[in-house]
Every structure is written in C-alpha cells, then in structure tokens.
C-alpha cells in the first residue's frame, strides 16, 4: 500500500502538530537555558549555600537567644569552689 503526496505519515503529523502546540516562549526559554548549561555546576553550589546559609545563622541566632533568655537567676551568684574533702580527716 502506498501513501499519496497528501497523506501525510503519522510521524509527519506528529511534528507538525507538536510545532504547533509550543507556546512562543519555549525557544526563548531553551535558548537562555542552554547559555546557563555551562555554568551551572557553579551556580548550583552557590544557589544552595545562598539558600541555606542565612536560615542556618537565623536557627543559631534563635537558639543562642532562648539559652540565653532562659538562664537561672541562680548562675549569676557567685560560687565559691572547696577544694578536697570536706568530710575526711586527715591526721
């Protein structure tokens, strides 16, 4: 069975059909990603740390704060330390 010149092949329909269904800013958008294809082993390791290091020094800082409001009266009196046994007696 033969195709005539107007029938066109289901892969030729497909083609066709999927150039038609690509919204106008998909070539732009692979275009500009394809410039960032070589930079992004560089970039990626930047955007976690960028990402990550100001939640981790807000966490610190939270932490540092809630010891710090939560300290007992009591480590602001002075201790006076004994040294060696109280109890034994040496003769």
Do not use: D, E
């Not at 329909?13 to 960032?36: E, I």
């Not at 390791?45 to 020094?57: D, E, G, K, N, S």
């Not at 966490?59 to 060696?84: E, K, R, T």
């Amino acid at each position: 069975m033969s195709l005539s010149r107007t029938q066109a092949t289901p892969a030729a329909n497909s083609q066709k059909m999927s150039g038609m269904l690509k919204p106008p800013t998909t070539g732009l958008l692979s275009s500009s990603l394809a410039v960032l294809r070589p930079y992004t082993p560089r970039i990626v390791p930047l955007l976690v740390y960028a990402t990550f290091f100001p939640l981790i020094i807000i966490v610190s800082l939270g932490a540092g704060y809630f010891v710090w409001s939560s300290l007992s009266i009591s480590w602001n009196v002075p201790l006076y330390l004994q040294y060696g046994c109280v109890h034994c007696k040496i003769s």
